[in-house]
């Protein structure tokens, strides 16, 4: 028997791995073995790394994901629900392994990573549409590109007959037809994704400066019925497009030297999603989800380094004090 819904919830779909990571100097170069890292292992995946940063900024959080039968999607599973995600509609795959990454972290904390999807790339369209129900009554949805294409067209299709707030976290960038675009509210990218993705579109060439671009880019995709492109920028901040009022805010980041970035971007869609269900505004949601990040980037691992509620609600207080939003 299926536990009555909370409401409201943030749903969270895509993937769930195994981060197997190793810490060292500097990333090798091609056909080179560097020796001296170490080695950690961490739960991670973007979908589940999400879902967590979500729960933990409080915001009642549902995962929908294909795991394997095997040890690591047992410890993916136990560890959700340890963190208080409903793990209810998570599938379970006795035929493939769970997803696993490999991911190298050099002394500045930036990373270089390889993932072997397994089970994620199973998620079909059919067992989405079994879950219906459950897309269809969140408040607020977020899908990453970890899981098939056909798959994510589908769960944009049934959140549209609902009242969902749906984003886009379109990593890794793959190609993305208009129809699927033309049905989602908010797309976040980074600035590499969002170029790529412009040009996957096949639309006229960009001029001018990185943020000329980034604003151009941001137009042109807002085209297709996007109605907000926040375009994350790392140490930078980010920006957002807002179509509707055809107009930029820039926000800027802490300047925090980063330990780990692996799992920052997820922090801050996670939380975003999260504020957003919680009734907050756009713009303070992006602030509370820069906030957050700003204490992930300090901390190794994905899911182990998001943060909790009243350590971004402090990080925020900080953020208004310090920081000035640029309008334009």
Same mark, same amino acid.
């Given at each position: 028997?299926?536990?009555?819904?909370?409401?409201?919830?943030?749903?969270?779909?895509?993937?769930s791995?195994?981060?197997?990571?190793?810490?060292?100097?500097?990333?090798?170069?091609p056909?080179?073995?560097?020796?001296?890292?170490?080695?950690?292992?961490?739960?991670?995946?973007?979908?589940?790394?999400?879902?967590?940063?979500?729960?933990?900024?409080?915001s009642?959080?549902?995962?929908?994901?294909?795991?394997?039968?095997?040890?690591?999607?047992?410890?993916?599973?136990?560890?959700?629900?340890?963190?208080?995600?409903n793990?209810?509609?998570?599938?379970?795959?006795?035929?493939?392994?769970?997803?696993?990454?490999?991911?190298?972290?050099?002394?500045?904390?930036?990373?270089?990573?390889?993932?072997?999807?397994?089970?994620?790339?199973?998620l079909?369209?059919?067992?989405?549409?079994?879950? /219906?129900?459950?897309?269809?009554?969140?408040k607020?949805?977020?899908?990453?590109?970890?899981?098939?294409?056909?798959?994510?067209?589908?769960?944009?299709?049934?959140?549209?007959?609902?009242?969902?707030?749906?984003?886009?976290?379109?990593?890794?960038?793959?190609?993305?037809s208009?129809?699927i675009?033309?049905?989602?509210?908010?797309?976040?990218?980074?600035?590499?994704?969002?170029?790529?993705?412009?040009s996957?579109?096949?639309?006229?060439?960009?001029?001018?400066?990185?943020?000329?671009?980034?604003?151009?880019? /941001?137009?042109?995709?807002?085209?297709l019925?996007?109605? +907000?492109?926040?375009?994350?920028?790392?140490?930078?901040?980010?920006?957002?497009?807002?179509?509707?009022?055809?107009?930029?805010?820039?926000?800027?980041?802490?300047?925090?030297?980063?330990?780990?970035?692996?799992?920052?971007?997820?922090?801050?869609?996670?939380?975003?999603?999260?504020?957003?269900?919680?009734?907050?505004?756009?713009?303070?949601?992006?602030?509370?989800?820069?906030?957050?990040?700003?204490?992930?980037? +300090?901390?190794?691992?994905?899911?182990?380094?998001?943060?909790?509620?009243?350590?971004?609600?402090?990080?925020?207080?900080?953020?208004?004090?310090?920081?000035?939003?640029?309008?334009?």
């Open positions: 028997m299926s536990t009555p819904l909370p409401d409201p919830y943030t749903l969270i779909i895509g993937s791995n195994m981060d197997l990571n190793i810490y060292s100097r500097r990333f090798p170069k056909g080179e073995t560097v020796t001296g890292g170490v080695f950690r292992q961490f739960l991670g995946g973007k979908g589940a790394n999400q879902a967590v940063a979500s729960v933990r900024s409080g009642n959080t549902i995962f929908i994901g294909k795991i394997g039968m095997d040890t690591f999607g047992n410890d993916m599973v136990s560890q959700l629900n340890k963190e208080g995600v793990i209810e509609y998570v599938i379970r795959d006795p035929l493939e392994s769970s997803g696993v990454a490999f991911i190298l972290i050099d002394e500045k904390g930036e990373n270089m990573i390889s993932v072997a999807p397994g089970a994620n790339f199973k079909s369209p059919e067992e989405v549409r079994d879950r /219906s129900e459950i897309i269809r009554n969140a607020c949805l977020v899908v990453q590109m970890e899981i098939p294409i056909e798959t994510i067209e589908e769960i944009y299709k049934i959140a549209s007959q609902g009242n969902v707030v749906k984003i886009l976290n379109p990593a890794p960038l793959k190609p993305i208009p129809s675009l033309s049905k989602i509210d908010i797309i976040i990218p980074n600035e590499g994704e969002l170029i790529q993705l412009h996957l579109l096949k639309f006229k060439n960009l001029k001018g400066n990185d943020n000329e671009k980034i604003i151009q880019a /941001s137009k042109h995709i807002s085209h019925g996007v109605k +907000t492109i926040i375009t994350t920028l790392g140490k930078k901040g980010c920006v957002i497009y807002d179509a509707i009022t055809d107009s930029i805010t820039k926000v800027p980041a802490f300047e925090i030297p980063a330990v780990d970035t692996v799992g920052a971007g997820d922090c801050f869609n996670g939380v975003l999603a999260s504020k957003i269900c919680q009734g907050e505004e756009l713009l303070t949601s992006v602030i509370y989800a820069t906030a957050a990040a700003s204490i992930a980037i +300090t901390r190794q691992g994905a899911q182990a380094s998001m943060p909790y509620r009243s350590e971004i609600e402090d990080r925020f207080n900080d953020y208004n004090a310090n920081h000035t939003i640029e309008y334009q």
